[in-house]
């Protein structure tokens, strides 16, 4: 059996970072995906956005809701998928800070490596997908400000992590991290 890989797709909002994900699940897992959603229904727009999220999703994957706690669902799975899609890193990062953790990034950080190392033990593909918000000017308020550092450092760890790291630019991947180069 071939090693797990972690690959790690990061751009900006709307630049096809899901689409892609999407096709690589397919290919690299077929129907033995599970799809990890973090994204919360709070407002009829989002609803929308999650309905249509899920009708573009091969029918026979199984979704799990996660928006907080990224192995709970997973440990109650009655058979072992081939991958796993965390889509996305962005909302599970705000959903954590809205929840007003202590220990904000230690709990981030102990939940990421933990779900890599597991899906690494049980020789299973992961996808985590983020969105890069350190481009742009500095927000002007303080928890805006909180927001992009800790989903940078974020990011910057499941990075590390990652064997394959692409960035979606205007529905394009380029591959910024390839395995043969990891250090």
């Given at each position: 059996?071939?090693?797990?890989?972690?690959?790690f797709?990061?751009?900006?909002?709307?630049?096809?970072?899901?689409?892609?994900a999407?096709?690589?699940?397919?290919?690299?897992?077929?129907?033995?995906?599970?799809?990890?959603?973090?994204?919360?229904?709070?407002?009829?727009?989002?609803r929308?956005?999650?309905?249509?999220?899920?009708a573009?999703?091969?029918?026979?994957?199984?979704?799990?809701?996660?928006?907080?706690?990224?192995l709970?669902?997973?440990?109650?799975?009655?058979?072992?998928?081939?991958?796993?899609?965390?889509?996305?890193?962005?909302?599970?990062?705000?959903?954590?800070?809205?929840a007003?953790?202590?220990?904000?990034?230690?709990?981030?950080?102990?939940?990421?490596?933990?779900?890599?190392?597991?899906?690494r033990?049980?020789?299973?593909?992961?996808?985590?997908?983020?969105?890069e918000?350190?481009?742009?000017?500095v927000?002007?308020?303080?928890?805006?400000?909180?927001?992009?550092?800790?989903?940078?450092?974020?990011?910057?760890?499941?990075?590390?992590?990652?064997?394959?790291?692409?960035?979606?630019?205007?529905?394009?991947?380029?591959?910024?991290?390839?395995?043969?180069?990891?250090?």
């Open positions: 059996m071939a090693h797990a890989e972690i690959i797709i990061l751009g900006g909002a709307r630049s096809g970072k899901s689409v892609f999407e096709r690589l699940a397919q290919q690299r897992g077929g129907a033995e995906v599970v799809f990890m959603a973090t994204a919360e229904a709070l407002d009829d727009e989002m929308e956005r999650i309905a249509a999220h899920r573009a999703r091969p029918s026979e994957w199984t979704t799990l809701e996660a928006p907080r706690d990224l709970e669902g997973i440990r109650h799975l009655q058979t072992m998928p081939r991958l796993i899609v965390v889509d996305c890193l962005t909302l599970w990062v705000t959903n954590e800070m809205l007003n953790e202590v220990n904000l990034e230690k709990r981030l950080f102990y939940q990421l490596d933990l779900l890599c190392e597991w899906v033990l049980q020789e299973i593909d992961l996808i985590l997908i983020s969105n918000v350190g481009l742009g000017i927000p002007e308020n303080a928890l805006a400000r909180k927001f992009r550092d800790v989903l940078g450092r974020v990011n910057a760890r499941a990075a590390e992590h990652a064997h394959r790291v692409f960035w979606m630019m205007a529905g394009l991947p380029i591959e910024i991290k390839a395995r043969a180069y990891q250090f």
